[in-house]
């Protein structure tokens, strides 16, 4: 029993190190501010959706917000067989806008997201591409940042952050913000030890020519999610000191929460199953390592509520959970949402179950996702 205590103990304080490690390229990012300089870059910004219609309207008016010269950027809409009212919404809303637009639709035959956005960029006519989701809402300033962060670095793909919104004031939706704290200032932190691990194409730009000599979402077009994660595996082998993070809060893309918990597992699952598909080994080292890290963390949670060996396990405990509560704060600070922190100590009880039940049915077991069920 010692040895095994000692061994999860152990990895728990690696874990937790590796946190701090990620804190630290964190703190290392400066946060950057809109310095009012003329436009320079032009941008085609691609939407993919598939049965929106509660959302696509929210998005459009935020994109007509946007403060950018309408001949520097147009936005791609393109239908993927959608099955509700969403492109007749789309018809509707676009005809009062402001920005320059197409709206595309993808054949029967061919599926996916990464099918609507390849055929979005084939068609797009600005050198510089954003994607984002029909379900977020972006702010007047976010096409700025991007141009003046291409203009004060020498970039092939630039990663913008993501943060909920919602109405909701219930646990679910605290527990959901926390999770994401947790994954974006991670994202951050890896980006500021120059080894970034993570993105979100929710807010993710980059350019068509430097997408096309990677041969775009050729090689994993058919998984069911993963558009920014397999695209920057092929960045980073391609331009691997020429993809930078855009921490800025003006850059914020905000997207809705999942409401229920049936839609939550069902978007984790989809996240984790396509883990296996990396190509990269930080990557895949990485994912093991924090399955490894909750699995001996959860282990030893057990045994404090058994009583025993506490005087080893409550410490290690103890380190973990204050190493998280900092990256999860300093997160959440900077995306200006910190009220959810005093669910805390909750989420952290219960997040080590969340992550190794996600991670063992993702690898098993069929979902479902926009109405199209996915096979393991």
Request: proline share 3%; hydrophobic share 45%; glycine share 6%.
């Amino acid at each position: 029993m010692e040895i095994f205590i000692f061994i999860i103990s152990t990895i728990v304080f690696l874990y937790s190190l590796m946190i701090l490690l990620l804190i630290a390229g964190f703190y290392k990012m400066s946060e950057e501010t809109y310095k009012t300089e003329a436009p320079v870059n032009s941008f085609s910004i691609m939407v993919p959706f598939r049965n929106e219609e509660e959302n696509l309207e929210i998005l459009i008016e935020s994109l007509n917000r946007i403060e950018y010269p309408l001949n520097k950027f147009e936005v791609i809409f393109i239908n993927d067989n959608s099955e509700d009212h969403s492109l007749e919404i789309a018809n509707k809303v676009l005809k009062f806008i402001n920005f320059n637009y197409t709206l595309l639709s993808q054949d029967k035959d061919i599926l996916g997201k990464k099918a609507a956005l390849t055929l979005g960029i084939e068609n797009a006519n600005h050198p510089w591409i954003i994607t984002t989701d029909a379900d977020c809402t972006v702010q007047p300033l976010w096409l700025k940042l991007y141009d003046q962060k291409i203009e004060e670095k020498e970039v092939k793909m630039l990663a913008g952050p993501v943060s909920y919104y919602s109405h909701s004031s219930g646990f679910l939706d605290a527990f959901q913000k926390l999770d994401l704290a947790g994954l974006m200032g991670s994202t951050i932190g890896s980006f500021g030890i120059g080894n970034p691990v993570m993105c979100n194409g929710a807010n993710l730009l980059f350019s068509k020519e430097s997408f096309n000599e990677v041969s775009g979402y050729k090689g994993n077009i058919s998984i069911s999610s993963g558009d920014d994660m397999f695209l920057m595996e092929k960045f980073k082998l391609r331009y691997p000191d020429k993809i930078r993070y855009l921490k800025a809060n003006g850059a914020i893309v905000f997207t809705t929460a999942m409401v229920g918990l049936k839609p939550l597992i069902n978007q984790r699952i989809r996240w984790s199953a396509k883990s296996t598909q990396y190509g990269s080994f930080m990557i895949k080292f990485t994912g093991i390592f924090v399955g490894t890290g909750n699995l001996s963390f959860l282990a030893l949670l057990i045994l404090a509520i058994l009583g025993i060996s506490l005087r080893n396990v409550i410490p290690i405990i103890a380190l973990k959970l204050i190493i998280n509560f900092w990256m999860i704060k300093i997160t959440s600070n900077f995306l200006r949402d910190s009220k959810k922190l005093i669910y805390y100590p909750i989420v952290a009880m219960i997040y080590p179950f969340y992550v190794i039940g996600i991670t063992i049915i993702s690898q098993f077991f069929t979902f479902e996702w926009k109405g199209r069920r996915f096979e393991k």
